[in-house]
Each structure stands twice: as structure tokens, then as C-alpha cells.
């Protein structure tokens, strides 16, 4: 995929999702390297995205982390990555990734799949602020 940015782990969320909404806000107060950009399923270069690495993009209620050109993780691997790289107690966290994916990605998919009853639902994408333009592509 070209135009996307070098050195940089694309982190592909639901833009309508209330709870990804706020997972999204809590990564960029937290991402001190610049490592994120974030991108949402529904966008054109989300659904490219999808695309490109095999997932279907109508059917996942995962966020997606792709690193270009190297790998991409989803549901539990992709929530296990992103809080390895924001550092602190954060990183901590990897600690799940001793239990079996099958356990992480239960877990994961229990909230998934109650995340719209228990912190609702947009009509559209958010629109990101002048000062946080810069993290979305």
C-alpha cells in the first residue's frame, strides 16, 4: 500500500463506537513516540486497508493494528500491541499474553460485542480537532 506514512503503526477502529472513540482519545494522550496514526473502518482507506490485508471490513468489530509492510494484529493481539508501545504500566499489560489468544480474543469479544448497548453508538465518524488532524489519516 503506498501513502501511507513511513515509520508509523496504523491503528484502524470503529468510528462510530463510543468505546472506540474513547480507546482512540486515550492512545493519543498516551502514544509519547508519535508511533499511531489511526484511521477508521468505515473510511475509503480503511476499507483499502481491509482489503489489502484480508479482513473484511463489514463483518470485523475488532480494532486492527497494521504495521505496513511487516504484520498486522486483530481483537486481542491488536489491544495487546498498541498498550506494549505506550510504555509505563501500560506495557504491563502484555503480561495476558501468556494466556491462550483463544481466552484474550473471549474476553475481547464479549465487550465487542455489548459495546454499543453499554457506551452507544454515533451517527458518524468523529471529526478530529485542528491539533489532532495530524494522528488521523
Same mark, same amino acid.
Given at each position: ?36 496514526? +489511526?484511521?477508521? &473502518? ?9 482489503? $489489502? =490485508?484480508?479482513? !473484511? ?38 503480561? +495476558?499474553?501468556? &494466556? ?9 469479544? $464479549? =465487550?465487542?460485542? !455489548? ?23
Amino acid at each position: 500500500m503506498q501513502n501511507l506514512p513511513k515509520n508509523k503503526k496504523i491503528i484502524l477502529f470503529d468510528g462510530v463506537c463510543n468505546l472506540c472513540d474513547s480507546a482512540v482519545q486515550f492512545i493519543i494522550e498516551r502514544d509519547k513516540k508519535d508511533v499511531f496514526r +489511526f484511521v477508521a &473502518l468505515q473510511s475509503d482507506l480503511g476499507k483499502e486497508i481491509c482489503h $489489502y =490485508i484480508g479482513v !473484511n471490513p463489514k463483518i470485523t468489530d475488532s480494532i486492527i493494528l497494521y504495521e505496513p509492510g511487516i504484520a498486522y494484529y486483530y481483537k486481542s493481539q491488536a489491544a495487546l500491541q498498541i498498550a506494549s508501545e505506550l510504555g509505563s504500566f501500560y506495557s504491563l499489560l502484555t503480561v +495476558f499474553k501468556i &494466556l491462550p489468544q483463544k481466552i484474550n480474543d473471549a474476553f475481547y469479544d $464479549y =465487550i465487542a460485542k !455489548n459495546r454499543y448497548r453499554w457506551y452507544g453508538k454515533k451517527e458518524h465518524c468523529m471529526i478530529p480537532s485542528p491539533e489532532l488532524k495530524s494522528k488521523f489519516i
